[in-house]
């Protein structure tokens, strides 16, 4: 059983990482969910978070509202993709019930110490979090048993300006902070993102699958696949259910935190040539079983 903190910003994509990471409790046990500004404002992705939490009638999760800005702040690059109200435009009803009191970060820090060498931190959005709650107690970045991202474009080029992708983007300071630390990463891009299209077949199958989960799954894909056909923040659930859709590669990675034209660019090292003289400090995903991907997500919202 894999104990796991869900840090997100929800945003389509995320939410649908919530359905699936709620749809194997046999295999992952969520033991909070914290919200982080990035797609939206703070405010709208925390009830967001409980609007799925409510649909999905979890009650025994928190949800512990987090940062509300960048370390360094700069003009916010919120996403237009995800609809109105983050979701979609669906019909997801309003939350029935409240935040937690903790903030994320401290939350984080006192359930990372209470289990050492256990919880496995899912980072669906900027790492504003994970980097404060390693400035303030950088003791932890020994005690957690592994740190899965989505966020960066090391091979590609970015979604948010050509240089970055938006997760980093949005915080360059705090993903630089996390790559940093020596916490054990995974780290899935734009390499392998795009790689997993939603496609009107894929979307379909969702459709026909003749669950509520899925119907709403794909209500929420379909608008936001308009603007980004990609799956980008299931992949993080998906690699800790079935690692093997997943090619993974050692690569030492930092983020350009400089202003200019590469701010937010995740420049990487990999193969034997480059990492002659440096150490890898994560593993990155390149590539995708996307089939395998799709089915999986399917029969988890299936049921």
Not at 159 to 168: L, Q, R, V
């Amino acid at each position: 059983m894999e104990k796991i903190i869900i840090d997100c910003d929800p945003g389509v994509d995320d939410a649908v990482a919530l359905m699936l990471a709620f749809s194997a409790p046999e295999r992952l046990q969520v033991l909070g969910i914290t919200t982080v500004a990035g797609n939206l404002p703070l405010p709208q992705v925390t009830e967001n978070a409980l609007r799925v939490l409510t649909f999905l009638q979890v009650e025994q999760v928190d949800v512990y509202a987090g940062c509300s800005r960048a370390i360094f702040p700069g003009p916010p690059l919120y996403s237009s993709v995800h609809g109105d109200d983050g979701l979609g435009n669906s019909s997801l009803a309003a939350a029935s019930r409240q935040t937690a009191t903790q903030h994320a970060v401290d939350f984080i820090i006192d359930a990372v110490q209470a289990m050492p060498g256990e919880i496995t931190l899912c980072m669906l959005g900027p790492m504003t979090n994970l980097a404060l709650a390693l400035i303030k107690t950088p003791e932890i970045a020994g005690s957690l048993k592994q740190v899965v991202a989505m966020g960066g474009a090391l091979f590609c080029p970015g979604n948010i300006t050509p240089a970055a992708e938006f997760n980093i983007a949005c915080d360059p300071h705090a993903a630089q902070v996390v790559l940093s630390s020596g916490v054990p990463l995974t780290l899935y891009g734009l390499d392998v993102t795009r790689q997993a299209l939603i496609t009107p077949e894929r979307l379909a199958a969702l459709r026909q699958s003749g669950s509520r989960q899925a119907e709403v799954a794909a209500e929420m894909l379909t608008a936001y696949g308009a603007g980004d056909p990609c799956l980008h923040d299931p992949c993080v659930i998906a690699g800790l259910l079935e690692p093997d859709c997943f090619t993974l590669l050692p690569a030492r990675v930092v983020v350009d935190c400089q202003q200019g034209i590469n701010y937010g660019r995740t420049v990487a090292w990999s193969g034997a040539k480059y990492l002659a003289d440096s150490q890898p400090n994560l593993r990155a995903a390149t590539a995708v079983d996307d089939n395998k991907l799709f089915q999986l997500l399917t029969s988890a919202l299936s049921h």
